[in-house]
């Protein structure tokens, strides 16, 4: 099993930046691919990037394309999510969660797959 703990929402003005961190312990980080969703009250949670394990192939939802990049490191067992050119749709509660093993097919985009979570950070976009 792991533990998540996600960190580095805040408050941020409309075309700002910020990196979330997700940190990851527990079992091997290295077996596990990490994903990044995003959740607003009413909406169902939707995933933002994926950093897999194994192969170590990023993925990104299409609105991220572009504008966020997933990274992750191994010897401090975090996964981070670079934010940049924020929009006020970019508000939401980001989750970190885990799946075991390499991502395969379409498995990166459903949170069902996804066993382990954290406990979410809020990011505020003002315009």
């Known amino acids: 099993d792991v533990q998540l703990q996600a960190s580095g929402g805040g408050l941020v003005q409309a075309g700002g930046s910020l990196r979330l961190s997700c940190a990851v312990s527990?079992?091997?980080?290295?077996?596990?691919?990490i994903g990044w969703f995003r959740q607003v009250p009413g909406k169902e949670r939707e995933v933002v990037s994926c950093?897999?394990?194994?192969?170590?192939?990023?993925y990104y939802a299409d609105f991220a394309k572009g504008r966020f990049i997933i990274s992750r490191d191994s010897a401090k067992k975090t996964v981070s999510l670079e934010m940049n050119d924020l929009k006020p749709e970019d508000a939401a509660v980001y989750y970190c969660?885990?799946?075991?093993?390499?991502?395969?097919?379409?498995?990166?985009?459903?949170?069902?797959?996804?066993?382990?979570w954290g406990q979410g950070t809020l990011v505020t976009v003002s315009s």
């Open positions: 969660a885990a799946q075991k093993w390499e991502i395969f097919a379409d498995t990166w985009v459903r949170a069902k797959e996804y066993k382990y």
């Open positions: 527990g079992s091997r980080f290295d077996d596990y691919s």
């Open positions: 950093a897999s394990s194994g192969d170590g192939a990023l």
